[in-house]
């Protein structure tokens, strides 16, 4: 299954979130740190879900585009 994931980094290390599994999120002090901890975080999360919610996931399209927004 391929999912998207998001990285942010700050000051206090690598934030990163799955947009399609609300509410699984992870963190890490380096990016490589923090892509295998969301992808474990998703994994656990996919395990507690029940086959119909999975399915449910899957009949989703989820795109990440840049937009260009105007700055007031």
Same mark, same amino acid.
């Given at each position: 299954? @391929?999912? *998207?994931?998001?990285? &942010?980094?700050? &000051?206090? $290390?690598?934030?990163?979130? %799955?947009? =399609?599994?609300? $509410?699984?999120?992870? /963190? $890490?002090?380096?990016?490589? +740190?923090?892509?295998?901890? @969301?992808? +474990?975080? $998703? &994994?656990?999360?996919? +395990?507690?879900?029940? /086959?119909? =919610?999975? *399915?449910? %996931?899957?009949?989703? #399209? #989820? #795109? %990440?585009?840049? %937009?260009? @927004?105007? *700055?007031?």
């Amino acid at each position: 299954m @391929i999912l *998207n994931a998001v990285i &942010e980094k700050d &000051e206090n $290390g690598y934030f990163a979130y %799955i947009p =399609e599994l609300k $509410g699984c999120v992870s /963190q $890490g002090e380096s990016y490589e +740190e923090a892509l295998l901890n @969301i992808k +474990e975080a $998703g &994994e656990l999360y996919l +395990e507690s879900l029940e /086959q119909s =919610e999975i *399915n449910k %996931i899957l009949s989703k #399209t #989820t #795109t %990440i585009v840049p %937009i260009e @927004i105007a *700055n007031a």
